[in-house]
């Protein structure tokens, strides 16, 4: 319904467009604000609720910003300043969406806090040149332009709509100009999203450009001081969030507002993209340092130049490549057996290579472009041995310019490129390789291929070899390996494991070694570990059978558990046998007897308990224990025999009442345990003669 | 005397006579069901649950006992003793400790009752006044007992 956005006034800013006033010398400007006041005032009833006044009550980023004060930013004026460090602390930061099709309107916009989408003021900034005072205005918008919810009178839109164009007009006039007539003291919304500075244009800014332009000052003197001492990535972010709009404006600002700094970015993009592409120098820088030394110190880990396989390969080459240098390196020979050596004699032999590199001043051209050329070589052949290692790869780097020799050495003028294609293939070789290669390849420092490996294993393992990667970084002042280290490198890496025996060859290891020393004890742990897996693999078999053979004769030697191998019916047969404390002990033995004791309820041979059930499920007359499934207990209460107080009378078990001294209950009288009672002395005979029926009808 | 081949586990063949195999319900058994009675087939009969040593002092053992009567039934309500182990028997059964308990397989296997008698009172007369301790010793039992 309203127009978007359209202006309102507030009574209780009214007294800070007077201190603000106050602080704008021109009368004009005065006057402007004045009428922009009362108009407000008018338009006031039909656009703020009073909530938002209350708001505004307590709202004190009015009282402190001023147009003015951002155009002071730039430390002219101290209490501009001091002005302008409470808009920074009160006021929200805040960009100015304009209305979609709306022109660039030199407006502030303030926040107010809690009603953002309801409520922003404005205050009119007046250009610098042509500031005609301040001019305050409120109205309530949205991020969208749509109508506010909470607007309640529309009979001031249009009071409202023609303010609004004022100070569009006003807004667009003061724009064009801007890029003339602005100094560092006039502030406007533009400014706020650009470069480091912010400051270019003479309009007045709002508090939201006010604190965009303290930010960026902020973030512009961070920059500075962080250029100084390091390119860090922090200062291109913080210009970048100092050239954006704060990101705590989006949510209260009009899309349209940010036409306007984009506008005004695009001269200084090249400042924001500069820092993008000094950051990402800076970036590339670190990594490609990160590289080396992750290279240096971990050949065999992955790297982006520096692949497992490369590590590996160039742990191939023995340290004598990199004592000796270029010519013995190149007197290596590819051995039709797949292993490779380095060919140092083509390429000194090449007149173009070695002569080429010292005319053109660098002695060490050989000895970069030999492992380079002999790279070359070796790449021809199935088993392509690295012969190259990153120093090579860094010299060709650092003698790019220089010839590096090549099958064709004669083109001298491409060795640079060439130098970097031997690296290329090289690397590229390394892909090709299969993992049984690479694996003999890596044990080249020891071994070089499997038969080497079962041959001589601990031959070369406890060489003095140079640390994985770092076989071809010769400290300063070295020359590159020659060609006789690479060709005992090669020896060794030939499949032949006698040549890995010889002691000369151990011996140019051995001096290969001393090139680097520091590296010794890695490449030694390296082939130690390669090593170990097959020292173990060897000591599998043996100790397996010998563990076997160990394990049978203990087998022997220990008794047997035959009880427990034999069948349960055979177990039972022998536990019935057994009396009670045996069938006890038994019982307590292990879980096996207990379960099998309680499973098929074996009563020892003596405890005289009977099947029948009136026996059974009568309880004992001393302890009041009935019998259960596998009872072996000693309780002398058990077995209990059935006594029977008279002939013709009732009945009941009882238990010997005896301790347990001895045996468990006795066989007189109540103490009999037989479940016959025994008591009456007439039936004694009788009883004796039946007992054996007796046992035989209670068992 | 007619003889019968037995071929035992590890595949040595013993030759017995009829009289004493068929003291073995699983050997007369085994002849009834094969139709090797008295007709002096030459198939041996496998036993490969048993051993030769076993085997000979079954046949040993048999050979001494071939004239006793045969076993009463088992009577549960009997009271069952231990100590009426015959001498011979004894002094037979006096070996190591894995041969009464192999003595008990074969003799379970053989279905010979009188055997397994003596080697069960045997086996409990090994057991009996020993503590647990003791029989773990004796055994070689290990104790399981987690509480």
């Known amino acids: 319904m309203h127009l978007k956005p359209y202006w309102k006034l507030q009574r209780e800013e009214c007294p800070l467009d007077v201190s603000r006033e106050t602080l704008r010398t021109p009368v004009s400007h005065q006057k402007a604000l004045s009428d922009a006041e009362c108009a407000a005032r008018n ?66 916009a303030v926040v107010r806090p809690g009603n953002t989408k309801e409520k922003i003021a404005f205050f009119a900034a007046h250009q610098c040149g042509s500031r005609i005072g301040p001019m305050k205005s409120k109205s309530s918008w949205d991020i969208d332009g749509r109508a506010s919810k909470r607007r309640k009178k529309s009979g001031d839109l249009r009071q409202a709509k023609t303010q609004l164009e004022r100070m569009k007009d006003v807004g667009s006039s003061c724009y064009q100009p801007e890029s003339a007539a602005c100094g560092p003291e006039h502030c406007s919304v533009h400014c706020m999203s650009d470069g480091e500075e912010g400051i270019c244009t003479g309009r007045p ?90 290279s240096q110190r971990e050949p065999g880990s992955l790297s982006r130049s520096n692949s497992f396989r490369q590590g590996v390969g160039r742990v191939l080459l023995t340290p004598d490549t990199a004592q000796k240098g270029v010519p013995e390196a190149s007197e290596a020979k590819v051995t039709p057996g797949g292993s490779v050596s380095a060919g140092c004699g083509p390429p000194r032999s090449e007149p173009c290579s ?74 590229m070789l390394l892909p090709s390789q299969s993992p049984d290669q690479r694996r003999k390849g890596s044990q080249c420092m020891s071994v070089t291929v499997s038969k080497a490996e079962d041959d001589r294993p601990s031959s070369l393992s406890f060489r003095e070899d140079p640390l994985p990667g770092m076989l071809f970084f010769l400290p300063p002042g070295q020359h590159l390996p020659d060609c006789s280290q690479l060709k005992g490198s090669m020896v060794e890496t030939s499949p032949e494991a006698s040549l890995l025996a010889e002691p000369a060859e151990a011996d140019d290891a051995s001096e290969v070694g001393g090139s680097a020393e520091s590296h010794v004890p890695a490449a030694s742990t390296v082939g130690g570990a390669l090593q170990v897996p097959e020292a173990s693999s060897w000591r599998k078999p043996v100790s397996h059978d010998f563990l076997e053979t160990r394990f049978k004769i203990q087998q022997l030697l220990e008794p047997q558990q035959y009880m427990a191998f034999l069948p349960h019916h055979i177990m039972v047969r022998i536990f019935r046998l057994l009396p009670t404390k045996s069938l006890v002990a038994l019982k307590c033995t292990c ?109 | ?136 010793k004796t055994f070689n039992i290990k104790i399981n007992f987690t509480e």
Not at chain 1, 602 to 615: C, E, G, K
Request: proline share 9%.
């Open chain 1, 205 to 294: 800014l709002s508090v939201i450009q006010m604190v965009a332009l303290l930010e960026q000052r902020a973030s512009a003197l961070l920059a500075s001081c962080v250029k100084n001492c390091t390119n860090s990535p922090g200062v291109v972010r913080f210009s970048s969030q100092s050239r954006g709009m704060p990101p705590a404006c989006e949510p209260f600002s009009a899309p349209g507002a940010c036409e306007e700094p984009t506008e005004r970015r695009s001269p200084e993009v090249g400042e924001p993209q500069s820092e993008p592409v000094r950051v990402l120098d800076m970036v590339a820088r670190l990594e490609s340092e990160c590289l080396r030394r992750q």
């Open chain 1, 43 to 108: 338009v006031k009833p039909a656009v703020s609720p009073s909530a938002s006044l209350g708001k505004a009550s307590s709202w004190r980023p009015l009282e402190i910003l001023s147009p003015n004060v951002l155009c002071s930013m730039s430390g002219k004026s101290p209490v501009e300043s001091s002005w302008s460090v409470k808009a920074k602390k009160n006021a929200q930061p805040a960009t100015i969406h304009q209305g979609e099709g709306e022109g660039l309107l030199d407006i502030w």
């Open chain 2, 1 to 136: 005397m007619p003889s019968i081949k037995l071929q035992i586990s590890d595949g040595e063949i013993f030759e017995v006579d009829v009289e004493i195999a068929k003291q073995s319900v699983t050997i007369m058994i085994m002849l009834e069901d094969l139709g090797m009675d008295d007709e002096g087939d030459d198939d041996p009969v496998p036993l490969p649950n048993v051993s030769a040593a076993i085997l000979k002092k079954v046949a040993e053992w048999y050979t001494h006992h071939k004239d006793d009567p045969p076993p009463p039934e088992d009577d549960e309500s009997k009271e069952k003793q231990t100590d009426d182990i015959p001498v011979w028997d004894q002094e037979f059964l006096k070996v190591d400790q894995g041969t009464p308990f192999e003595l008990i397989l074969a003799a379970n296997y053989l279905d010979i009752k009188d055997l397994l008698n003596v080697t069960c009172k045997t086996v409990v007369n090994m057991i009996k006044g020993k503590t647990p301790e003791e029989i773990h």
């Open chain 1, 591 to 699: 879980c096996y007897f207990k379960f099998i004791i309680e499973y098929y309820n074996v009563r020892p041979a003596d405890s005289r308990w009977v099947r029948d059930p009136r026996y059974r499920e009568d309880p004992c007359k001393q302890c009041k224990k009935t019998y259960v499934r596998g009872d072996v207990s000693l309780c002398r209460w058990h077995p209990k025999p059935y006594c029977q107080a008279l002939p013709y009378g009732p009945g009941y078990w009882m238990c010997c009442h005896r301790s347990q001294k001895g045996v468990p209950g006795c066989q007189l009288g109540l103490h009999d345990n037989h479940w016959v009672p025994a008591c009456h002395s007439f039936n004694r005979a009788l009883h004796k003669k039946a007992r054996g029926t007796d046992a035989d009808e209670e068992c």
């Open chain 1, 354 to 427: 070695p002569p080429e590199a010292q005319d053109r001043g660098c002695p060490s051209l050989p000895a970069a472009g030999s492992p380079l050329g002999e790279s070359v070589e070796v790449a021809s052949g199935p088993q392509a041995v690295r012969l190259s290692s990153r120093h090579d790869v860094e010299m060709a780097d650092e003698l790019a310019g220089l010839p590096l020799p090549s099958h064709g050495c004669s083109q001298s003028t491409e060795l640079s490129t060439d130098a970097v294609d031997c690296v290329t293939g090289e690397l």
